[in-house]
């Protein structure tokens, strides 16, 4: 960025606005998410709003086509599905973990898939009802046993193409078949689960499994939508828009909360005390750790980088003017809201050097570090 210019004019004028609702509400501070969910209004995974307000995004396609096309192919949006529709289940006539003293099946039937462990002398098994994770990383089922829901000990991992242990269950050895199998969930972390990973599954009137959609929909982010719908059919616009949420006008530091809804915010991490790398997936959290995140800045919010509504874009550069928004590409004199010095090292692919990935055993795979930073080969991962 050039000297002397202002580089707030150079700001996108949502942006600006944002930056300007962000100098009047100096006290906002991440918060955790029972917090914002005690809040009145809408937040994602919300539980208080009537069951009877969500028209499903069939509706929100008639007038949103484009955008529904596009959210609807996002892993989001598949972050749940039954099993009987899962790509990988339905892909895979068996898959198989050997195993001292137990071993692994999940085997394709007419209907879905049957899971099932075996001691060598005996088995049991069960069949599956939800997969859980679209399996770009990982996917985790969930059966029932006498009404109670179950998460199956094991995972599919994709780097594997096979099963191995679930994230969070505990490395020793099950005392039984049972044990082996899976471990029940408790009722509320089982409203939990459903809570990110699908919509509507909570409602005014209670947690109900049979009548939530699957995956994240345009409702789990924006709130019920029938308000909004007959409004716009009746052609009462600008009453329309005031009638559905839309996160774009939230301060950036309760945008990255609202994306940390499912996400985690810093709070929520700091309140899990999860330390180490497993803490790399939970994104608002490193990114406010960031020196670059200061008090908050719209300019470095989730959607600054991430469009919710389309694919994640893999190419490096593409962000490069996402960090040139704030640092220039040659010294400048530091002013209030960028810093001056800039890059000795590189001019584009910022984040490969800057935002590098680290692997996190358990998933079998890397998540991407969203503390920026100056990454030294061989320092400890920063807490
Ligand atoms: C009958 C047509 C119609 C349907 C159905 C509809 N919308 Fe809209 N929506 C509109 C119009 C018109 C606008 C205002 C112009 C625009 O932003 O495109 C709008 C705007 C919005 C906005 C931005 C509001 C703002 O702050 O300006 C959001 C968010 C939104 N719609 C979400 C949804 C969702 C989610 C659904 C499905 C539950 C949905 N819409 C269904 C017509 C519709
Ligand atoms: C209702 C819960 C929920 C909310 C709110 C939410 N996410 Fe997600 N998000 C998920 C889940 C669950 C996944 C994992 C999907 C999968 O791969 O199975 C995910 C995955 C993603 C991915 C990875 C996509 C990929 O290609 O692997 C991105 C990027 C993402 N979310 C961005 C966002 C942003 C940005 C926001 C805020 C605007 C947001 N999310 C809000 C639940 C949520
Ligand atoms: C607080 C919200 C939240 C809860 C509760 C939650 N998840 Fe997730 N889950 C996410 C988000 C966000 C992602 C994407 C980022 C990641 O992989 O950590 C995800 C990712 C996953 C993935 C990996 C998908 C992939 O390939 O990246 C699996 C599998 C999964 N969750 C299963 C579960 C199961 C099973 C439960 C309940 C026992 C559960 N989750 C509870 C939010 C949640
Ligand atoms: C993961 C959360 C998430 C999901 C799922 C989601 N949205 Fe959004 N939506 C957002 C956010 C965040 C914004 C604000 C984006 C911005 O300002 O760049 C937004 C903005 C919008 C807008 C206003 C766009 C504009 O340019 O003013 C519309 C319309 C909309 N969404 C419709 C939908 C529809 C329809 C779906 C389902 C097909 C959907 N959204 C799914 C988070 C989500
Ligand atoms: C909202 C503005 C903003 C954005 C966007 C931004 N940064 Fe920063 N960044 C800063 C500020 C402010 C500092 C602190 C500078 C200081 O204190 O001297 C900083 C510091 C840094 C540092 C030094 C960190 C350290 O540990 O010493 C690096 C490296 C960096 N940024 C890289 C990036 C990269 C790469 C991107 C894009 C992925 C990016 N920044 C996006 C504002 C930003
Ligand atoms: C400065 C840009 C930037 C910002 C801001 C940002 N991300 Fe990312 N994010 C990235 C990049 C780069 C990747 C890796 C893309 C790739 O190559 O696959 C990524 C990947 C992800 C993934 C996929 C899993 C992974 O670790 O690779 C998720 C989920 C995600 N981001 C969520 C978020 C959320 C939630 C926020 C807000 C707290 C956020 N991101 C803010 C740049 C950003
Ligand atoms: C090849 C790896 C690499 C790439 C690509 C790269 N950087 Fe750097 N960057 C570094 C290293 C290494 C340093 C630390 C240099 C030092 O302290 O000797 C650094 C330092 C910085 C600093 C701190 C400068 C200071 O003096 O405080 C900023 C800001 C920064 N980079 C931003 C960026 C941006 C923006 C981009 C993309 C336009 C980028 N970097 C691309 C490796 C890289």
Redesign the pocket.
Known sequence: MLAGVSSLALLAPRARMQSALQAQQKVDTPMATDERLEAPGWWPTKRSASREDYVGTAECARCHSKMTASQLATPMAHASTPAATSGILREHEQISRRGVPYSYNITRTETGSTYSVSDGTNSISAPLLWAFGLGNKGQTYLYQRDGVFYESRMSFYKTLQGLDLTTGHAYKMPENLEEALGRAIDPDTLRRCFGCHTTASASNTGFDPTRLMPGVNCEACHGPGAKHVSLMDEEKTEQGRQAIFNPSRLSPVALVDFCGACHRTWNDVYEMDATGVANARFQPYRLENSRCWGEGDARLTCIACHDPHRQLVHEAGAY?QK??AC?PAAPARKARDH?G?A????????V???MPRVAVPNMHAPFTDHRIR?ARAGEPYPD
């Open positions: 490069d960090c040139l640092h810093p010095k890059c000795p090292t590189g001019k584009k692919d910022c490969t050097c800057h100056i």
